[in-house]
T-cell receptor, first 117, second 112 residues
């Protein structure tokens, strides 16, 4: 497996509490992503980063914020968790380059199962 | 908006047969398309990438085709084995972002 870890792996929290999920990589890849996966919806992009302090929104970014202060770490924060944010969260990484000659294969972490009661 | 469709119904086949999974997309002209495998409780794993100028790509027992006119990719597993049982996801470049958009996946079950 690519060197990607996610923490925590499982978390149960209550509505209204803040939650931070961490993704850590040892591959020195430039791009990092946060997805959520729900039955019937597949993987949906929340936010992604294309470098330290460089981030952008995905399709389902409302209610989430991210930060990347180091190449190896990408944090996903739910400022005030809601039950609709109960999901499995995956972090992914890919190497630099989005031109037609690059591969852009993504490597995924093991996931974090978050339950908001 | 960009949309990717995969058959949500599980595909059940007998061991040794060829499995064929479909990925259709609309409102986009991707430069390439990727296929991933996901096992229960784990993150997706990259399998193959096919570019818009490639009609077919092979890797061992896997074959992918890409028809940009039909806006469709077919994913074939020949001589299927029970170990091939998993969910298979297709993905293409997310329009306007340096990221991927994934289909919801098709679950394949290979019976011994």
């Amino acid at each position: 497996d690519a060197g990607i870890t996610q923490s925590p792996r499982h978390k149960v929290t209550e509505t209204g509490t803040p939650v931070t999920l961490r993704c850590h990589q040892t591959e020195n890849h430039r791009y990092m992503y946060w997805y959520r996966q729900d039955p019937g919806h597949g993987l949906r992009l929340i936010h992604y980063s294309y470098g330290v302090k460089d981030t952008d929104k995905g399709e389902v970014s409302d209610g989430y914020s991210v930060s990347r202060s180091k190449t190896e770490d990408f944090l996903l924060t739910l400022e005030s968790a809601t039950s609709s944010q109960t999901s499995v969260y995956f972090c992914a990484i890919s190497e630099d380059g989005w031109d037609s000659s690059s591969y852009n294969e993504q490597f995924f972490g093991p996931g974090t199962r978050l339950t908001v009661l | 908006s960009q949309k990717i469709e995969q058959n949500s119904e599980a595909l059940n086949i007998q061991e040794g047969k060829t499995a064929t999974l479909t990925c259709n997309y609309t409102n986009y002209s991707p430069a390439y398309l990727q296929w991933y495998r996901q096992d229960p409780g784990r993150g997706p794993v990259f399998l193959l990438l096919i570019r818009e100028n490639e009609k077919e790509k092979r890797k061992e027992r896997l074959k992918v085709t890409f028809d940009t006119t039909l806006k469709q990719s077919l994913f074939h597993i020949t001589a299927s084995q029970p170990a091939d049982s998993a969910t298979y996801l297709c993905a293409l470049e997310n329009a306007g972002r340096r990221a991927l958009t994934f289909g919801s996946g098709t679950r394949l079950q290979v019976q011994p």
